[in-house]
């Protein structure tokens, strides 16, 4: 573990034994929004420290159920959703991060990392320093003071995520954090999450459309299904780690593609056809 | 200096000597339209009362913008965190302001006299109104994905609103801000020039009784320098503020 992600530990983690259990538990989740069935009865369980990646055809209700676990959304009465095996509010208790950076332009990197860090109340300098101490290990250090539009798109995304890093709560949600970025600074930026995610040790459950980005950064993938989106397969992922980029050719990466790929097909089919009906 | 500002120059160089060329050889008398050297000879004469009337009319001017930017900035925040009051208030407030101001000038000499308050007044009202439509606009025109982010960090309506939509909204309050300015100064000088005894307007006013018409432009001179000035303030301020874009 590196000084910084120490000194983050120090500062910021509120000192409980991890353990082999559920961090997240979702049962029998559903939402409706007037008509249309989003989800239907998702059951999937995350436990701590835990890569969970997620995929599954356009419009299978993986925004929903994200937003749910972020706690800006309800689910319908019926399923609950278990944060540390309670049901509470999550809104404040999950690191969000959505598609887009969303970074302010009126705020430096630093001060764009801080961001949420202020929101909790947490005195601005001493963010600062944390966040100074950090830059070097998202790939941002002499850029602390540059503000986000003289940025390019990976650094950005960096930025994002060392501010959701910052928000320091035990579940990460990324949704498509790198759907934007061309395929070499995406492949890179792969590497790079992994590298930050084994430091920092956080649970993540990850959204994205790339079945080989899912493979590869995944303890586990689990594919969702067409709309209502319910969850139609899991599959751990006994992929040695570190994990480098030679791993995308063998053939144990290849037999989980295929498996991944006849899944994720037939649900693509499936919302094709409605559309086309 | 920028190519922009040198064009600017040149051109209006180039304006008052056309003008001052035109005036002296077709002989137009100085009722119609006088020269500009005469125009800045009058106003060097008269720079005494003039400085005078103009600090009146800059004071009303400046006090009744400071309030009513104010006033329109709390209002706007206030009914953007109140959707409610928001969606029963804002009709009304569009509907007032599509009269145009001048006709309530009048009003507010009644209520108000005809010394410095009513101009104050006036220029306030018209002030706080763009200021306010403007800073709504801006406080409500954010990334809802934004907003989202936000809540998500576990900020309420006050720290979206601190952190979010303020910020969000100073290119459109700044743009409301400097458009306000040169409105003040004209709001400042008609109310005058409707009842008072003093500042530009009833300068203008009085000279126009007199037909004294040198007189007349030199005040217009000093107030377009004024206004000139306002707005130079204002534009270098929303650089500042802005500094983003």
Redesign the interface.
Known sequence: MTDAADQLDQLLTVGEAPAARAKLQLNGVSRRFGAVQALAKVDLGIAEGEFVTLIGPSGCGKSTLF?IV???LEADTGGEVLLDGAATSL??K?A?M?Q?D?L???RNVLDNAI??A???GRPKRAARETARAMAADFGLKGFEDH?P?QLSGGMRQRVALMRTFM?DRDLMLLDEPFGALDALTRAMMQRWLLDIWSRYRRTILFITHDIDEAIFLGDRVVVMSARPGSIKLERRVELPRPRDPALLTTPAFNAIKRELLDAVEEESMKTFAAGAA | MNAALARGLGGGVLLLVLWEAVVRLAAIPPWILPPPSGIVATTWSARGPLLDAGAMTLFEAVTGYGIGAVLGLVLAMLLALATPVRKLVLPMVVVVNSVPVAAYAPLALLWFGTGALSKVVMVAFIVGFTVFLNALDGLLRVDPAAVALLRSFGAGPLGVLWRLRLPTALPAIMVGMRVSTVRSMIVAIVTEMLGSQKGLGWTIFEAVLQIDFLRVWAAILVASLISLGCFAAVSALERRVVFWR
């Open positions: 937003n972020a706690g800006l809104l404040g999950v969000f959505p887009r969303l302010l332009p009126w961001l949420a202020e929101v909790e503000y539009q928000f």
